[in-house]
């Protein structure tokens, strides 16, 4: 059985940043991690380089037939609302 990743990138605006980190660390990423089978979350904040995202998350999932319930799933509707 092979690991899943899922990738999403996003750029925030400055004046929503805070905002943005506090509900991101707090509520989505508790959220994320409650459904079965996803392993794990990380983000990741671009410092330097051309990419025109500025945050990219990776969330590892058990394997793919999870990561397809888990985006067609309410609860992935739930923890995309900020």
């Known amino acids: 059985m092979a690991v899943t990743l899922f990738v999403v990138k996003a750029t925030i605006p400055k004046d ?15 959220m994320v991690l409650q459904y079965n089978g996803v392993i794990s979350a990380r983000r990741y904040k671009a410092i330097a380089g051309e990419e025109k995202y500025q945050y990219m998350a990776v969330y590892e999932l058990k394997d793919e037939a999870t990561l397809k319930k888990f985006v067609d799933s309410d609860h992935m509707k739930a923890c995309g609302r900020l």
Not at 16 to 30: A, G, L, M
């Open 16 to 30: 929503k940043e805070k905002e943005f980190n506090r509900w991101y660390d707090e509520v989505h990423v508790p």
